[in-house]
């Protein structure tokens, strides 16, 4: 994957990728497709901590930050392969961003893309907290960032 | 005004025996989902409604609506009227001795949580024990748990054997002297095991230990009489039983309910109110504080009306026959585990797909417009019994036909394809 991509590219990258497909059915299909490319979470990271709130799958997210670069990056893991092709889309769009970039970017592609239904609050998966971890995670670091810059 | 106990009369079965005249009779089931026809598979979270119940919710709204026991008009009283009459029916359908034993809540649910905060919470001690077993819905779990954490008592689970069955003698052996409660689903609702409610009640009675039955998915798929069971308390939800969401039943052995303080106050549970003091309405207005779902009291007798019509021993021997077929079916296909074995099964049946989580497969399902239930089914101590956090769950309801179940079956196979 192309890194020097910012993240109003990928959305666009994302948009034109769902663009080929006719129907929902071909758009699980090639959720599924990237659910199994999606490299698992090491056994260790899958821990209660790691995990998000959800009822029916399981979802594992696990954040580092490079202070050097300035960017959040994000590994995620599930026990159901079409949440993990959202959680591949989930990272293509937030992870190795700058916490700005993060707080800034709403989850909104996906709703263009016909998932939207698939990211809602409730007890069907733990998309929506992750992507609410995601965005705490990247506030806190902004602010953190932004006292370092002040004092500097 | 003292209505007569007695409970309203029978309608008469239906003479035809034909389950596709049963499914005509709802709208929705002719409704499509991503382009194909519906094919509803998840009556055990809530049956879709017949259109005579539609239509009563609607022409109760147009003509018979106004508040109940209250107004001295005519329209009032006719409302009122309408609603005890519903009374009158569910007692009929549950063999009630009484009309003052029937209780309107939201929900089955609802039901439970009455009877934990006002039958049991003020005689539960430090060290007391509530029974329930390993297979029961969280709202026969939770509620007691809320009130024995109160109380400094516990909740006990009686485990289940592999085939999903409770174990009646490690029931039986965990009821001691400090047993408050014992608590059991007549019909599971992940499994689908009708569990033998008749020698449970016998144990409980003999041990002199209050027995509830949650009948969330029993009594829409077989006939109940609860005065020849002889439970304490009963339970179940209108909108599992053909009938509205938002309303449910408690049945309670007039005695004990006769004793029991009030739950929630307000309206209509009140004899007299002053700032001195407060006395309270009797059975079972005293559990029913402020205005009631009236119309969806009026059209769950409607919906109860429906099933006598069909006849509930017919409807379960049809429900039987689909779920022993899907069970056979289902079992058929590569890398499918059907969780348990019990020997009497209703309502609802559960598995696992291997490769694929539920969840996968009931998005995969959707898109067929197959709707299955999938996740724990608020039942997470029955799925970590059986090693799981997840299943897919399909259930029956009068409207389903070999059609829906041939629509699943060639789903999963070709789920199962793809995940293999």
Same mark, same amino acid.
Request: proline residues 5%.
């Given at each position: ?33 990237? /659910? ?48 993990? /092709? ?15 970039? %993060? ?9 263009? %893309? /016909? ?31 932004? /006292?370092? %810059?002040?004092?500097? | ?21 049963? $499914? ?15 094919? =509803? ?6 049956? !879709? ?15 018979? =609506? ?10 009032? !009283? ?60 969280? #709202? ?33 052996? $965990?009821?001691?002297?400090?047993? $408050? ?22 144990? #409980? ?14 009594? !829409? ?26 309303? @449910? ?44 779902? +009236? ?28 779920? #022993? ?12 585990? +059907?969780? @348990? ?19 996968? +497969? ?9 709707? +299955? ?25 009068? =409207? ?21």
């Amino acid at each position: 994957m192309d890194r020097a991509a910012g993240i109003a590219e990928e959305q666009e990258r994302i948009l034109e990728e769902f663009a080929l497909f006719e129907d929902s059915r071909e758009k699980l299909e090639y959720l599924i497709e990237l /659910g199994r490319e999606l490299p698992s979470l090491e056994e260790r990271h899958r821990t209660e901590g790691n995990k998000v709130r959800g009822c029916q799958s399981q979802v594992w997210l696990v954040a580092e930050y490079d202070e050097g670069s300035r960017r959040l990056r994000f590994r995620a893991d599930s026990d159901a392969v079409i949440v993990r /092709g959202l959680i591949a889309l989930l990272l293509r769009l937030y992870s190795d961003r700058r916490p700005e970039e %993060i707080v800034a970017t709403p989850p909104e592609v996906f709703e263009r %893309i /016909g998932l939207g239904r698939l990211l809602t609050p409730g007890r069907q998966n733990g998309l929506y907290s992750m992507i609410g971890r995601i965005k705490e995670l990247a506030a806190v670091y902004a602010r953190l960032d932004a /006292g370092r %810059i002040a004092a500097s | 005004m003292s209505p007569p106990a007695a409970p309203a009369p029978a309608p008469a079965p239906a003479a035809a025996f034909d389950p596709e005249t049963w $499914r005509a009779q709802f709208p929705i089931l002719r409704t499509e989902m991503h382009g194909r026809p519906l094919v =509803y598979l998840d009556s055990a979270a809530s049956t !879709q409604k017949p259109r005579r119940v539609i239509d009563r919710l609607k022409s109760f709204y147009e003509r018979d =609506y106004a508040n109940i026991h209250r107004g001295v008009y005519e329209l009032s !009283q006719r409302a009122s009227a309408l609603h005890d009459e519903a009374r009158r029916k569910v007692q009929r359908f549950l063999g009630a001795r009484d009309w003052r034993e029937i209780v309107f809540v939201r929900n089955a649910t609802e039901g439970i949580n009455l009877v934990a905060w006002s039958f049991l919470r003020p005689k539960l001690e430090p060290g007391d024990e509530i029974l329930v077993t390993e297979m029961e819905h969280h #709202a026969n779990i939770v509620p007691w748990q809320i009130v024995a954490g109160e109380r400094g008592a516990r909740v006990v689970a009686a485990p289940i054997t592999d085939a999903g069955e409770i174990d009646l003698d490690a029931l039986a052996e $965990r009821i001691t002297g400090r047993t $408050r409660m014992l608590a059991v689903a007549w019909v599971s609702n992940v499994l689908g095991t009708v569990n033998p409610v008749e020698e449970i009640v016998a144990l #409980a009675r003999r041990e002199g230990v209050p027995v509830l039955i949650d009948a969330a998915q029993a009594v !829409q798929h077989r006939p109940v009489d609860v005065a020849a069971l002889g439970c304490d308390f009963l339970v179940f939800s209108g909108h599992k039983t053909y009938g509205p969401s938002g309303v @449910g039943v408690l049945y309670g052995r007039g005695e004990l309910l006769d004793a029991m303080p009030p739950w929630q106050g307000g309206g209509d549970m009140i004899e007299k109110v002053s700032f001195a003091g407060t006395s309270f309405n009797e059975i079972p207005f005293r559990f029913e504080a402020g205005t009631p779902d +009236i119309a969806g009291i009026v059209a769950l007798g409607e919906a109860l009306d429906f099933l006598e019509e069909l006849d509930l021993a017919r409807v379960e021997r049809h429900e039987a026959a689909l779920l #022993a077929g899907a069970e056979r079916a289902l079992a058929r296909i590569p890398g499918l585990r +059907i969780l @348990g074995a019990p020997k009497e099964r209703r309502s609802a049946l559960a598995f696992t797909l291997e490769g694929a989580h539920p969840q996968d +497969i009931g998005m995969l399902l959707d898109l067929e417009g197959i709707a +299955i239930r999938t996740g724990h089914h608020c039942a997470m101590p029955l799925h970590a019994r059986f090693g799981l956090s997840a299943s897919a769950r399909m259930s029956v309801g009068v =409207y389903t036909n070999e059609a829906d179940i041939d629509a699943l079956t060639a789903g999963l196979r070709r789920i199962a394809a793809m995940f293999q």
